[in-house]
């Protein structure tokens, strides 16, 4: 077998210059959103760097990733708000060029220079060293590095609830087919049992031959979701219980009654129970399994100013959120409000008597910051949102502004 003589370092430029092509590639890689002006700040960002007064009081001179990493957690390393994502990006611009895909293995240098830090995958002055030379042999390995690229956050913190939560309207799961009979006359159901629905109006349950088994997703109760301050109903919460597959749709079919007059059968829809939360039981609905969502968020503040409020937290037993909880907050698309955008927690200064003064007057402290959130599923008028850290309980009704 030949030998060729190639540069160690020009095979790492090559490495890089292969993870960035994987970008654009149709398999193994999510092509994810960047905003326009996402890449405007990169592209400034990457000219010029940040300044040093931005940086993390511990940010590390140089760090490798690891498997088990997130970009936040990243990010919040080096800069102080970790939901800057287009600085830490743009100080990556030549190397890194798109901020959803950096993987375990590389590693981060960080420069300080004139005020202004920058962060690079080679130390400073690595450009200019001589290479050094190695004879190598040709083999061949194939790895889909887009499987590996760190996510945003940790994964199994979100995907329940893109799975579980539904905001409807107040007709919304009304409308819906449901389950009208269960085999053997049983009361409950769960997983691996048989089942009939039937739907109404345009939610008719039909099957189609030769394509793919129809998947639902199974909810009961609507619980309204009253603004804090206004009382208005936003929306209504249904109550994830579990998933079925429709086996076959629902038909009509010709017969006689008993005094042999012609009449017209209903046949239901047949389902099969194939996830449990909860036992599930006649009357609750069916709504259909929306595709799959891309599970990478670019964290981001908000462009306008948020004025928003806790509206519930998760979870009919729960009074107060902690870290890694999920909320309901009172604003959606119609208010702008986008996946990745993070929001800060305010906790409600206290009321007290100001004993120095001898009116004694009622002063209000002043609102502080208890933490940070990100939104991660939006509706119209509510989103959901992921408690990323706290320093108290969170409540409903606490404010969220942007973060500063």
Known sequence: MPNFTVAAKVIGVSLALLGSSLVSAPAGAQNFPITAGQKATATQVAQAGVPVSELAANAPERYTVKRGDTLWAISGMFLKSAWRWPELWGMNLADIRNPHLIYPGQTLYLERLNGRATLRSRPAGSENA??????????????????????TLKSHLIEPFLAEPVIVDENGLSLAPRIVAAQDGRVLLTRGDRAYARGQGAAVLLDAPGQKQKAYRVFRNATPLKDPVTAEILGYEAQYVGKALLVRGESTQA????????????????????????????????????????????PRAPQNPVNARIVSVYGSAVVNAAQNQVVVINLGTRDGIESGHVLAILKDGARLIDKTDAARPELKLPDERNGLLMVFLTFEKLSYALVLDITDGVKVGDRLVNPR
């Open 130 to 151: 001589p290479l050094d030379t190695v004879r190598v042999s040709p083999r061949t390995r194939i790895e889909l590095l887009a499987s590996d690229a760190l996510p």
């Open 255 to 298: 017969s006689v009654d008993k005094d042999g007059k012609p009449r017209t059968d209903i046949i239901p829809a047949t389902i099969d129970i194939v996830a449990a939360k909860e036992e599930m039981r006649v009357g609750d609905r069916l709504l259909p399994e929306p595709p799959p969502q891309l599970l990478s968020y670019a």
